[in-house]
């Protein structure tokens, strides 16, 4: 599915197709890029503040509210890998946490568009 939005006549995030389509009837598969800012600030280790901006159009991050609704609430952040039972007081470490899962939900992004991709060319292939 294409995203419509524009600005000033310009997608608002670039896509590319998937090559190879598996047949001539199949919809247009696209990979579009992801925005993800996460910034930890403060005068000292003990008053800091940490902000993170997801990109969430396209329903694969939940709505912050879901994680703080739950009967143990996890840190938003963090993409819930993070408790708020325990809180992480260390700036550094905090951002090592943030990072460190956000790395990984990019990696398995690229792991899902790369086996879509080897299954395409399977018909190629054979």
């Known amino acids: ?11 608002l ?5 998937l090559p190879l389509p ?5 919809k247009e598969d696209l990979y579009y890029e992801f925005q993800l800012s996460v910034l930890v600030t403060g005068v000292d280790e003990w008053l800091w503040t940490s902000y993170c ?5 396209y329903g694969c991050e939940p709505d912050r509210r879901a994680y703080l609704e739950d009967a143990h609430p ?12 325990f ?3 260390n700036p550094r470490e905090y951002y090592l946490v943030v990072l460190s899962r ?7 992004e690229w792991v899902s ?3 879509a991709f080897e299954e395409r060319m399977i018909t190629y292939v054979c």
């Open 53 to 57: 901006c997801v990109d969430t159009y």
């Open 13 to 17: 995030r670039s896509s590319r197709p």
């Open 22 to 26: 598996r047949n001539e009837d199949e």
């Open 113 to 115: 568009l790369i086996e």
């Open 87 to 89: 809180p992480i007081w």
């Open 1 to 11: 599915m294409r995203d419509s939005r524009r600005i000033d006549g310009k997608e």
């Open 102 to 108: 956000r790395i990984s939900q990019a990696t398995r």
């Open 74 to 85: 996890a840190e938003p952040a963090s993409g819930g890998s993070a408790s708020l039972d």
